[in-house]
């Protein structure tokens, strides 16, 4: 039974030893719901780190850690295409390792926008098939009523 608590209590210090401190370890619970401890694999020109511990299960076992700057507003898309292909496992090795092969055509990664007020909002230069009703106005409704009577 000690042994078992004192296992929790030795991998509880890796993980606050982990994330540099008590403050810190809170921090990370706060913002990802999740405390892990794994091997520093790289990171990105973003400032997101990434990591990778084996004993966890495959889909687990390779995570990020969101740079700082974004707070709580992460987003998958914030990851590039040579960090995600890694981390969905669709390659085993790392971009520190073996780099993604860059072609001329190829834009930096753009994090999605949506919902800011940088997102693309398109327009149409074309007019409208059907136009919108607008209700008659006090003065045209006079108008037409005294109209009316004078028939």
Not at 56 to 79: C, E, K, N, T
Request: proline share 7%; charged share 20%.
């Amino acid at each position: 039974m000690t042994e078992g608590a004192l296992a929790k209590f030795r991998q509880w210090t890796q993980i606050v030893r982990h994330y540099g401190g008590l403050k810190n370890t809170l921090l990370a619970v706060y913002r990802y719901d999740d405390l892990k401890t794994g091997s520093f694999i790289g990171a990105d020109k973003y400032g997101n780190s990434y990591y990778q511990n084996k004993r966890y299960f495959i889909g687990r076992s390779r995570w990020v850690q969101y740079a700082d700057r974004v707070g709580l507003d992460y987003d998958a898309s914030q990851v590039p295409p040579e960090w995600h292909r890694w981390l969905q496992y669709i390659t085993d090795d790392p971009p520190t390792t073996t780099p993604l092969k860059r072609h001329p055509w190829m834009i930096d990664n753009i994090e999605n926008k949506t919902g800011t007020r940088q997102s693309y909002m398109p327009y149409s230069t074309v007019r409208p098939k059907i136009q919108s009703w607008q209700p008659p106005t006090s003065s045209t409704t006079a108008s037409q009523s005294t109209e009316a009577m004078k028939s």
